[in-house]
């Protein structure tokens, strides 16, 4: 990983690093950090842009995938046709706009990649370095921004850096294929050591997040990379089994925390004046953001291992809104504005699904147009699979995103943290199998 | 190679044309049933002053009346932006509820009322007014 042209081989990656990082600020429960990150994300995606160009000028040879920028372009080209019909035009042009940016930066790294994708790779895992470091030294000076105290149903969890505990978890478990396939794959000790130190952390932030999409998502990752760098059944088998123990270590130890029964009910708002007699305040006795699926009386919503955030009546209502547009959707970027969380065991602005996010912004035709870009990658990295190859670990990136896509929504929301290492992770794929 | 890429710019083209033309449409067909039910809700309340008027709902975005049937005090309920537009209905008569909104684009609600008589009712069933 010795930088052979300084600075042009240290700074792509450094700025990778850096972007994840700032990107991990504008989405912190730490208000100040969050106010200063916010904005900055943006000027940090343009540095990148500009950083990938003159990386791609650099290279020795350019690798271009005709198949996977056709495919990225059809969806990008949806997102930014669909402001023609959106509910909100502007709203969408400005979304679709940012992807764009992400999509161009992430053309730009792979262009000049070959050879060297193992350099990307290095900065998407220092970032998440980054981020878990910054994460701790929340817990040390503001640790109650650091940890979701414990209600009456929900035990603490760690959150880090992050604004709940599910926002740096993804992050980390998108980078935990990379950090295992630096440690398993980089020629010096020090640097095998320090990915598996940067993998500890990972794991580590993951479990006391209780995070289980993407507790899924990590162990995924783990296993495609254990099945890209086995040269033998044997030592396939070994780590697959260590991945597996792993997960049910983390698993296991996400159910230790209890849930506080005398942690003081959330503060809602100044309370609302009562009404005259004979009639009622409705939002009082039937909250219009929480009336569907209120639990019977006495019924507590104990949090197990295998118990959903109330996210599968969400998913089936905006399954059901996304039918009333279903071949081209709301239009890019309105995810938030046209689902409406109406259920009391659900709290989100999002239905927490990427791929129903994806049909309620751009109907069938977006699903398809997504689908066939992650077909695209796959097909570039399987033919010409090779054992140890960094397309192992961009392929990993990938598919752990596609897994946590299943529970939260992200892959095409720019500010998202999840969003930045999943795009440059799929189009680094063919560079890196070259 | 020049023919090739006017073909397939012509095909993007006319790929591009449809999509516009199918998400125009989409998006009028699901305005307009958003519309109906809205109307019809707001038929089925008849005046806002009716004497089964049971309640109300402040929102930031929009302020609620609600109406009773049976013995259900939010049977029916109609939303109002400060504009006067009924940007959504909720029909809570039988064990299905029936939502009809367009607070997504509210631009699009064609169902208007007094705004002003709204808020009078409003403050008749606030305590504090």
Known sequence: LRPRRFPDDSLLPATVALTLFVFACGSSGVAEVARAGRPLRWAMLLLLVVVAARWASGAEQRVFSRRVVAAAACFVGLAVLSAAWSVAPRLTLERAATLVALAVAAVLVAAGAQGRSERVLAGLVGGGVLVGLAGLLVLLVRHHDAVQAATAQLPARYQGLGQNPDTVSLQLALLVAPALWLGLRAASCGWRLAALAALALFTGSIVASGSHGATAGAAVGAAVVAVGVARSPLRLAALLGAVVVSVGAGAWIETLPSPNPQAAPVKAGPAAPPSRPGYIDAEVNFPLGGELGIPLPGGLHNRQLFTSSGRSQAWGGAIRQAERRPVVGYGFGTEARVFVDRWSTFTSSLPEESYIGIALQLGAVGLIFFLLFVLAVFSEALPSFRIGSPATACAAVVAAGLVIGLVQSYIYSVGNVGAVPWWLAAFLVPAAAA | ?129
């Open chain 2, 1 to 129: 190679m020049n023919r090739r890429i006017v073909i397939a710019g012509a095909i993007v083209a006319v790929v591009a044309v449809a999509l516009v033309l199918v998400g125009r449409w989409e998006g009028r067909r699901d305005v307009s049933s958003q519309r109906r039910g809205i109307e019809k809700m707001r038929r089925l309340v008849g005046p806002l002053d009716a004497p089964s008027l049971a309640g109300f709902r402040v929102l930031p975005q929009f302020d609620c009346l609600t109406y009773g049937r049976s013995g259900n005090p939010v049977a029916l309920e109609l939303c109002v932006d400060s504009e006067g537009r009924v940007v959504q209905a909720i029909d809570r008569r039988g064990v299905h509820r029936h939502f009809w909104s367009l607070t997504y684009q509210p631009s699009a609600a064609t169902t208007r009322v007094d705004r002003a008589e709204v808020q009078r009712l409003i403050d008749r069933m606030r305590a504090d007014s």
